[in-house]
């Protein structure tokens, strides 16, 4: 990975991630042109730094579906008893640790069809999940990072505190700071 590469996926990262690499999100999605060069010994880099990890969960043609997560927040996400019980209905199992869990994601992502209960492993509520996926989409009381179906304030208070992530982040690249520099400088800033 050149510098030049390395610099514009960190950009990309901060502004698709930034909630998750500061620690108040679980997880995020980012589709991105990944070349395999150099990009598995940056993985191991930035996951050592930053304690997130990065999945490829799914390819096509030149573009890669990264799953962005901060394994800790995740395994809380999905260890939710009335979760678990919202994903056995897609094939999660109770005896699925979360490397499994995450398999199982990317296995129906294979399928042709986007799982609609990955919200459930982006952090949004169950509650959003299952409305969305009865209302096929529509009817939605609030439409932001995701659409909301239920608690339409509290959504609307979490949007503005990953909008403040991605800002702070981001104006400490502009800055010229290191991408884990700029990691640290904006989690104490929060």
């Keep these: 990975m050149s510098e030049h590469e390395r610099q514009s996926f960190e950009h990309t990262l901060a502004v698709h991630s930034a909630p ?11 589709s ?3 070349k395999k060069k150099g990009f598995l010994s940056y993985q191991r880099e930035f996951e050592s730094n930053s304690g997130i990890k990065l999945r490829v969960l799914c ?8 799953y962005v997560y901060h394994e800790t927040l995740l395994a809380m996400q999905l260890g939710q008893p009335d979760i678990r019980a919202f994903l056995s209905q897609f094939g999660y199992t109770d005896n699925m640790d979360l490397q499994q869990m995450l398999m199982q994601l990317a296995k129906r992502m294979q399928c ?11 952090g949004y509520p169950l509650a959003d999940v299952k409305g969305f996926i009865a209302n096929h989409g529509k ?3 609030l439409c932001g990072c995701w659409k909301v179906y239920s608690d339409p ?3 609307q208070r979490t949007f503005a505190n990953y909008d403040r992530c991605r800002d702070i982040l981001c104006d400490k690249l502009q800055q010229g700071c290191d991408f884990f520099r700029a990691l640290e400088l904006s989690k104490e800033e929060l």
Excluded at 20 to 30: F, H, R, S
Excluded at 59 to 66: D, S
């Design 20 to 30: 998750t690499l500061l620690g108040i999100k679980c997880a995020n999605l980012i």
């Design 32 to 34: 991105a042109a990944i």
């Design 59 to 66: 390819k096509c043609r030149e573009r890669q579906l990264l």
């Design 112 to 122: 042709g069809n986007f799982p609609h209960e990955i919200g459930i492993f982006l």
């Design 139 to 141: 009817n939605c009381l």
């Design 153 to 155: 304030e509290s959504a």
